[in-house]
């Protein structure tokens, strides 16, 4: 069974630093494209940042600069690092891999951005 599993949330001050990773277990693909979404209470779930087969890296305006995605194919693990993090940043944050034909989400983990 393909699992995807989030790590690295948690509570911060603004300004502080996460990095979430996401752990491919169960399939014999490898991740290769993958994306980061958020979902805030009462909004809709938004993409965050996303990065191609290629290695090509995509992001929200609201967090360009500030948030990194990035890909360790021997670990089978994608992350997301966050910097200079802000309130509006808190919700739920979700990993979108695609290994093989198919993709995956992982379960979720909370980020709360509050001093």
């Known amino acids: 069974q393909v699992q995807l599993v989030e790590s690295g949330g948690g509570l911060v001050q603004p300004g502080g630093s996460l990095r979430l990773s996401c752990a491919a277990s169960?399939?014999?693909?490898?991740?290769?494209?993958a994306d980061w979404y958020r979902q805030a209470p009462g909004k809709e779930r938004e993409l965050v940042a996303k990065i191609t087969e290629g290695g090509r890296t995509n992001y929200a305006d609201s967090v360009k600069g500030r948030f990194t995605i990035s890909r360790d194919n021997a670990k089978n693990t994608m992350y997301l690092q966050m910097n200079s993090l802000k309130p509006e940043d808190t919700a739920v944050y979700y990993c979108?891999?695609?290994?093989?034909?198919?993709?995956?989400w992982g379960q979720g983990t909370q980020v709360t951005v509050s001093s």
């Open positions: 979108n891999a695609k290994l093989g034909p198919y993709f995956y």
């Open positions: 169960g399939s014999i693909f490898g991740i290769n494209a």
